[in-house]
């Protein structure tokens, strides 16, 4: 069973940046493309965006041209680059497999709250 651990999150002022981290276990992580999602309070959770395992990228209307998701195989991680945040970014963000893929276990997620 892979476990999925996400790091990064805070609170960041509008118009700050982060960079969220989500380790993997397991070798499989190479062979799926990968996703970020986020579920904000009251709301259901949402893709945000995908990698594949080619490097390919995929990203929700919202956050196109401000988020950048990426991945090193080789230390079984993805990452989000999040810049220009907005307050409708607050919620708390979790990794897992891309959206066609079976999914695993959800991990703890990472808060990450935009506000002045």
């Known amino acids: 069973q892979v476990q999925l651990v996400e790091s990064g999150g805070g609170l960041v002022q509008p118009g700050g940046s982060l960079r969220l981290s989500c380790l993997a276990s397991g070798s499989i992580f190479s062979l799926k493309p990968m996703g970020w999602y986020r579920q904000a309070p009251g709301k259901q959770r949402e893709w945000v965006a995908t990698v594949t395992r080619g490097g390919s990228t995929g990203y929700t209307d919202s956050v196109k041209g401000r988020f950048t998701i990426s991945r090193d195989n080789a230390k079984n991680t993805v990452y989000l680059q999040m810049n220009s945040l907005k307050p409708e970014d607050t919620a708390v963000y979790y990794c897992?497999?891309?959206?066609?893929?079976?999914?695993?276990?959800w991990g703890q997620g990472t808060q990450v709250t935009v506000s002045s």
């Open positions: 897992n497999t891309g959206p066609f893929e079976p999914r695993w276990s």
